[in-house]
């Protein structure tokens, strides 16, 4: 499986940017996309999720109505538009996926859940 991030970039506070993860070489039917960031000095967290077996969502409550995770699945392309940028924002921003399977395993926010992993996308917000 592999992972393509791109989209990163410079913006102002405000501003807007749409990440795009483009996936290749995957076979299963139900996973899981999984949004991460890690900013210098801090650990990585967990931004987005969402899970295909049954649509379901999760946003870490920072991001809570500014960013939006989707998924082309024509394109097998996922994306996390991120609207209302704020300085707390920067970060290399990664893709991950996963097999998934609501109920069993690991949860859908939860690193353990996520096997393959993008090469990461720096977000940088400042005036």
């Known amino acids: 499986v592999q992972l393509v991030e791109s989209g990163g970039g410079l913006v102002q506070p405000g501003g807007s940017l749409r990440l795009s993860c483009a996936a290749s070489?995957?076979?299963?039917?139900?996973?899981?996309i999984g949004w991460f960031r890690q900013a210098p000095g801090k650990e990585r967290e967990g931004v987005s999720f969402?899970?295909?077996?049954?649509?379901?969502?999760y946003y870490t409550d920072s991001v809570k109505g500014r960013f939006s995770i989707s998924i082309d699945n024509a394109k097998n392309t996922a994306y996390l538009q991120m609207n209302s940028l704020k300085p707390e924002d920067p970060a290399v921003y990664y893709c991950?996926?996963?097999?998934?399977?609501?109920?069993?395993?690991?949860?859908?926010?939860?690193?353990?859940?996520?096997?393959?992993w993008g090469q990461g996308v720096q977000v940088t917000v400042s005036s």
């Open positions: 991950a996926m996963g097999a998934y399977y609501p109920y069993f395993g690991t949860p859908l926010e939860s690193e353990q859940t996520y096997d393959y």
């Open positions: 070489g995957f076979t299963f039917d139900d996973y899981a």
């Open positions: 969402f899970s295909t077996s049954d649509g379901s969502t």
